[in-house]
């Protein structure tokens, strides 16, 4: 049999319900063996070279407090 990589997606907007799906994200993706991945849309590419500074940060933080770093992803 095949394995397959299994990733997560949380549609992220920094809000405190977004933080509430990644935090059971986190704890799925632990039981299942699979990846999170944090999507953040936006509408310029000047937005992107905002926001991806801040979805490190997430990153990195959700690493310290739940032992589990997130990808992210910019469209």
Do not use: C
């Amino acid at each position: 049999m095949e394995h397959t990589e299994k990733t997560i997606l949380v549609t992220w907007d920094f809000s405190n319900v977004a933080e509430y799906a990644m935090q059971h994200a986190i704890r799925f993706a632990k039981i299942i063996d699979s990846k999170v991945a944090l999507l953040h849309i936006v509408d310029s590419d000047k937005a992107v070279l905002e926001v991806e500074p801040q979805l490190k940060i997430v990153s990195e933080d959700a690493e310290k407090k739940y032992g589990f770093k997130p990808e992210y992803i910019i469209s």
